[in-house]
């Protein structure tokens, strides 16, 4: 099992402390946020990703992908009325394309509730639409960069557009590209699932949807910290022999950021270790 670290959860440290923490307690790769590299990731550029990728590779690890990919600059919106605004929020996600494939990192992905929730006296239905037709934009710039786009759903507290693996399939469907899939989030699925989690993974790895793989707590913790049971999910992932990325992304740091990351670290693989 190759596990990341979302390097969110390390912060205020410095990219090289977050490596060399990281890799101490064993993890694989980093899973990047572009916003704890600058607060502006509209500068990020070829240059940057290769200090990034540099630094990384230095400490043994990789960089598995990117995630929470618009949280700054602040306002922007795939949704809006504002065409100026999408054309900026799409630009944005196409250098970070081009960054992430620079990094050598081979997914990102597309959460980000809040730029693609409908805004006031917008419908869902619109929302989700103009979601559609920027991913449908996105896709070729992702094939020819080499990297994997994956649509991520969220839970229904987070956002109204896109809360469940079959939803995120169909628009990946409807869209068409080999480089745009879903992604399955452990805590996110915990909510907004009908069926047990496990059982949605091993649906949608088998028909090719599922890219990429995040593992945290219904309650937002890291894993082993709460209820959710982890083995069911971390054994379809053996029996399919993923090979993807599985990254450890709590939002809740019990007993803080580092304390969080290796306990979680040391449950999955204490638990992959006993899987038949």
Known sequence: ??????????????????????????????????????????????????????????????????????????????VSDDTALRRRTIDLLRRLIDFAAACDARVLVHGSPKQRSPLPGQSQADATARLEAALAELAPHAAAAGVVYCLEPLGPLETNVINTVAEAAAMVDRIGSPALRTMLDVSAASQSERQPVHEVLRNFLASGHIAHVQVNDRNRRGPGQGDTDQRPVLQVLKDMDYRGWVAVEPFDYVPDGPGCAEASLQHIRELWRTLT
């Open 1 to 78: 099992m190759k596990l990341s670290l979302c390097n969110e959860v390390l912060q205020p440290m410095p990219l090289a402390a977050q490596c060399e923490a990281a890799a101490r307690m064993g993890y694989d790769a980093l899973e990047i946020a572009p916003f704890t590299l600058t607060d502006d990731p509209t500068t990020l550029d070829a240059a940057t990703a290769r200090q990034v990728r540099d630094t990384v590779h230095a400490h043994g690890l990789q960089v598995s992908s990117l995630h929470w990919l618009l949280v700054k600059p602040e306002g922007l919106s795939l």
